[in-house]
């Protein structure tokens, strides 16, 4: 079974410049989460997906961040314009959204804003 | 107040030393506990999955909840260098919602 697929693996821009990053969860798994994950902290989420439906994006700075999961498979987390504190890991994982599931990670994109 | 607090470490333990991992969270209707291990320029991967209060065993690690004070603990016996790692505590808040800790990391030295 091949795990979750991320792209691209590493990227730098400078402040200002778009980017966008992609996901192709898991075979079967519904629910997408994307995390951004800072130097030495813990992953925070940024977006849950149920299907097609961002089921919670609280986090999710709107002003500068989007994402969409078109055809409840793929999808794709973008910034624009970056900014210097944007520079961090960006996970995307899948589960089957059963209760207290395990989350499979892909192994992350790493972004450098300079 | 943080939904899960985690001391980032580091902690740096000779080999064959006995590692203890803590967190706190903060809400008692929690019930999922999960322990990631997370390699360097890796994405984390599931150690330990806990339901509930007490102990679950596999191999060399331990993991332990008490909920009466909103802890949880992940033990591993007899270290290995392999294991050095980042740790991250886990807890599931509802269906599909999860947060993470901070993440300790661990170095075990030869």
């Known amino acids: 079974e091949a795990g979750v697929v991320q792209s691209p693996r590493y990227k730098i821009i400078e402040k200002k410049q778009p980017v966008a990053f992609w996901c192709n969860p898991i075979s079967g798994h519904n629910t997408l989460y994307w995390y951004r994950q800072n130097l030495g902290q813990g992953p925070e989420l940024l977006i849950r997906y149920e299907n097609e439906e961002a089921v919670d994006d609280s986090q999710l700075p709107k002003d500068r961040f989007s994402a969409e999961r078109l055809k409840g498979v793929d999808s794709t987390l973008k910034i624009q314009p970056a900014e210097l504190g944007d520079s961090a890991v960006y996970l995307c994982?899948?589960?089957?959204?059963?209760?207290?599931?395990?989350?499979?990670f892909g192994e992350g994109s790493r972004l450098t804003v300079l | 107040q943080k939904e899960v607090e985690q001391d980032p470490g580091p902690l740096s333990v000779p080999e064959g030393a006995i590692v203890s991992l803590n967190c706190t969270y903060s809400n008692s209707a929690f019930q999922y506990f999960m322990w990631y291990r997370q390699y360097s320029r890796k994405g984390p991967e599931l150690l330990m999955y806990?339901?509930?209060?007490g102990n679950k065993e596999d191999g060399r690690f331990t993991a332990q909840v008490d909920k009466s004070s909103k802890y949880i603990s992940l033990f591993i016996r007899d270290s290995q260098p392999s294991d050095s790692a980042t740790y991250l505590c886990?807890?599931?808040?509802?269906?599909?919602?999860?947060?993470f800790g901070a993440g300790t990391r661990l170095t075990v030295k030869p």
């Open positions: 806990t339901y509930s209060s």
């Open positions: 886990a807890i599931h808040k509802g269906r599909n919602d999860m947060r």
């Open positions: 994982a899948s589960s089957r959204g059963k209760v207290g599931g395990e989350l499979f």
